[in-house]
Nanobody
């Protein structure tokens, strides 16, 4: 079945950087809109950044100017470059892939990767 596997999370100090990766398998990656979401305990999962199949991007206001989303359709991978990290960026980050074929939506999630921003 379709798999999305995130990597690159970890512990980083405020002001530091991390790059998350999400590798997709068993899906026609290029036709999917890809997104990065994050969630903290007791809160709703929120969209951080997204990149469409046509390579258009959008970002949450809280990360604009600090995070960059990109994709490599040859490697079937989407990336999230996170710079100038803040403590409020601490969360579990999830990769999402979604597309619509005819009337059906195909929507997949990765297992998540923890990002902790702390001294």
């Amino acid at each position: 079945q379709v798999q999305l596997v995130e990597s690159g999370g970890g512990l980083v100090q405020p002001g530091g950087s991390l790059r998350l990766s999400c590798a997709g398998s068993r899906l026609r990656f290029s036709i999917y809109d890809m997104g990065w979401y994050r969630q903290t305990p007791g809160k709703e999962r929120e969209l951080v950044a997204a990149i469409s199949s046509g390579f258009s991007t959008n970002y949450a206001d809280s990360v604009k100017g600090r995070f960059t989303v990109s994709r490599d359709n040859v490697q079937n991978t989407v990336y999230l470059q996170m710079n100038n990290l803040k403590s409020e960026d601490t969360a579990v980050y999830y990769c999402n892939a979604v597309t619509r074929i005819a009337v059906r939506e195909y929507n997949y999630w990765g297992q998540g990767t923890q990002v902790t921003v702390s001294l």
